[in-house]
């Protein structure tokens, strides 16, 4: 449809206004206040969400250019009432204290696992031309990078995260 | 924010049509124009948003790589073509911002990013030539750990923050432009000033011009490369010193190499003073050192960033050691 972008599958009109960044179209316009605003200058991460399956800072995103896309948010993630596992996961390893960062680094982290199975390398990898990456606790921090969290929750974060990769310990 | 309209460009004339026009400008990642438009250093009244332009890498036949300027930092880091064959710029492009900015980020904008200190936004408590000319230079006699070490002048110090294009510039990168006048094709490391008496001015570039997209050229010894960026923290910082370089032997004599330096200068920094002092000469330890530290020559040192000097040089040095020894292999 156009002159909409679909959030968490629902269809909505584009803003009026080009100067609606893609987080307040989606705090303040569809009361979805689950994505927050730490920083609102890219520095935080705390506003990160999923575009066709991508992360990206919604505080620097016009909600304009995104047309015909679709966004999912934190309230886009349980199913039928049941939490995404990685949502579970950052219950069960205490991956937060505060909680504003998390919605944040939940759909990084999502986004992440995305890109690794991409095979997109980071700044730790040391062989470019790998076809497999493994998740290394190094490679976990490098990727997440950009979520920040002011408790410092992030041994539990990375615990939460890896805990939800294929192969890992139960 | 100020009120802007936004129009979506169908193909490079139309963007050239529209961004002509004064109080254009184009839009892509957003990840810094939306930034300076929040903090009002940059006020368009109209965006041309070009991200729906080519987004294609092209591996050509005669070794050269054509990347469209849609094209996001993600997908060139991650393109098998520039990982094996430009290892330094893949590195580079996932040195910088964070996985969600990269995301974002066109390969054009990242280019066209200003050059620009945290002096530059702060409208009401600094005095910044390159927001408003004339005004003064709140970073010379300010804090100024960051800030450059080469090419400076009394009007400015800030650093192009870029890490993607040094890469390009080690890499001798054409940027191809559609202008107003049609088209055309520069360097690289001629695209970007160094701030003279005009730093409100980054580029060559003027009204109008587009980046349509940025050619590797073919370079034998390109697989061959690396970069190491020196930052605070281990990583989401801009450079303090970085190093794209390239390295050709043969019989432990240097047959060609490319260097090129961020973080010390208000552009993309071709060392081309060391690469011809290495040219023929040994591949030793002492060599790249000797090489590195009369690049460094020339470098006037701050109140607070004389450290970049000696930074500079131990990293060139360290770069070109492990590039002879390991091909540039962590």
Redesign the interface.
Known sequence: MSNSLRINGIDRPLPA???V?LLDFLREHLHLSGTKKGC???AC?AC?VLVDG????SC???A??YEGRSVTSIEGLAENGELHPLQQAFIDHDGFQCGYCTPGQIC?AI??AA?LG??????V?????AGDIALTHDEV???M???LCRCGAYNGIVAAIVSTQPGAPA | ?N????ARAASAQDAVRLGAQPGSAY?G???NL??LM??TPARPDT?V?V?GLPATIEERADGSILVGAAVKN?AL??H?AI??RF?AL??AI??G?????R??ATVGGNVLQRTRCAYYYDADGADCNKRTPGQGCAAIGGFNRNHAILGASPSCVATHPSDMCVALAAFDAIVHLEGAQGRRSVNLTDLHRLPEDQPERDTLLVPGDLITAIELPPLPFSARSTYRKVRDR???AFALVSVAAALDLEDGKVRDVRIALGGVAHKPWRARRAEDLLRGGPASADAFRAAAEAELAAAVPLHDNGFKIGLAINTIAAVLGALATRGG??
């Open positions: 206004d080009p100067r960044s609102d200058q890219g991460g990160t991508e992360r990206i800072l620097l995103a016009l304009v250019q990084s986004g992440m890109e991409r095979g997109v390398p980071s700044h990898t040391d062989d470019l031309e921090r490098e990727r990078s950009g979520n | 924010m009120p802007f309209t936004y839009l990642g957003g990840t939306v930034d929040r903090d965006l948003d991200t993600t880091a991650a098998p990982r094996s290892p893949s590195r996932v040195a911002a964070s996985a969600q900015i995301n974002m281990a990583s989401y292999k962590p």
